[in-house]
């Protein structure tokens, strides 16, 4: 009884004493507590599901699995979902899937992955992503062994209203100075054509990039400019490069030839090897490509241009490797 006579008062002057001391601390340093924030500022009440995604998320951005995992389940559901797909492989550029029905497939979920366009024949799906397509099959292939055989439904994504064109300045009299050109050279000996004449539907229409192709008449294919390899694909039928300027292109020796899993292929570079224009980066068996896949086109694709950049050709028909054909 007797410690109750104590522990009543001095509570209640603890109370009086926190409460005018943290008043006069939040209003001398003006801290934000809830209801005094500015106006285009809000203080966020955070929830233990917002605590634990960001505990989740760690210092090391240890979080990318849930993101890369966020972006193969919405290609699953872009094919019809898991129980649709029949299978996955890819090949330099994309992503290549046959499903059980087309019809399911929904192009417009696709391309909110990434994707920069899609092409369906019967039951073969090809998504195009460009050089990371290894990774993004990779991650595809692990999220599939655990993933419902049907996906949660997902509307397809609204497309983005078109930005209001801006104003357009009043043009100055005198130009301003173009950059200089970029000579772009051929890495085999052949008939040089301009990209929209490929044998193919994605490279023709550009959805990787500019460029150009050779139909091969030697079968050494050679560095067009010094810079690094940046990879050399598993079946040896593409590399990819980076010039020493920074342009990043795609040499493709063939089309379809990530079907002969690397026969008629011998590759002399490996990733992140540097080197001089005309060292030789690969041996391929012309006729043997031409007898089991699509064509023997040799196809140069720049896949880093900045916008308003496109490759005029300068020389079109019969080449030299090395030959300076094109420029941007």
């Not at 109750?4 to 601390?25: C, D, E, N, Q, R």
């Not at 599901?49 to 979080?63: M, N, R, V, W």
């Not at 301003?176 to 052949?190: D, E, F, N, R, S």
Request: glycine share 8%; proline share 4%.
């Amino acid at each position: 009884k007797t410690s109750w006579m104590y522990i009543i008062p001095v509570g209640i002057i603890y109370f009086f004493l926190y409460y005018f001391i943290f008043t006069w601390m939040i209003k001398k340093f003006d801290f934000k507590t809830p209801g005094r924030e500015d106006d285009d500022e809000e203080t966020k009440l955070y929830t233990k599901a917002d605590y634990q995604a960001k505990k989740g998320a760690g210092a090391d951005g240890s979080s990318q699995q849930s993101v890369e995992d966020a972006k193969s389940s919405m290609i699953a559901r872009g094919l019809g979902s898991k129980k649709n797909i029949t299978s996955v492989d890819c090949c330099a550029t994309r992503l290549r899937c046959s499903v059980a029905d087309s019809s399911l497939v929904n192009e417009k979920i696709l391309k909110a992955t990434g994707a920069v366009g899609v092409i369906k024949k019967g039951t073969g799906v090809q998504v195009i992503y460009g050089p990371q397509v290894a990774v993004i099959k990779a991650n595809l292939e692990t999220y599939l062994e655990t993933a419902p055989d049907i996906e949660p439904e997902l509307d397809a994504p609204a497309e983005e209203p078109q930005a209001e064109e801006a104003p357009k300045a009043e043009e100055k009299k005198t130009a301003a100075p173009q950059a200089a050109a970029h000579a772009l050279c051929t890495p085999v000996a052949g008939d040089v054509h301009p990209i929209a004449e490929a044998p193919d539907e994605a490279f023709a229409s550009k959805m990787m990039g500019d460029g150009y192709f050779v139909y091969p008449t030697e079968e050494t294919v050679y560095a067009p400019s010094d810079g690094e390899v940046v990879f050399v694909f598993d079946t040896k039928h593409a590399i990819g490069m980076k010039a020493a300027d920074g342009t990043e292109y795609l040499l493709h020796i063939g089309v379809d030839t990530v079907n002969l899993g690397g026969k008629g292929f011998e590759v002399f570079v490996e990733n992140g090897q540097k080197v001089k224009k005309g060292d030789k980066l690969m041996h391929f068996d012309d006729a043997f490509i031409k007898a089991n896949v699509k064509s023997d086109a040799c196809l140069v694709i720049f896949t880093g241009l900045q916008e308003g950049q496109s490759i005029e050709m300068e020389k079109t028909g019969a080449v030299k490797a090395l030959d300076e054909v094109a420029k941007f």
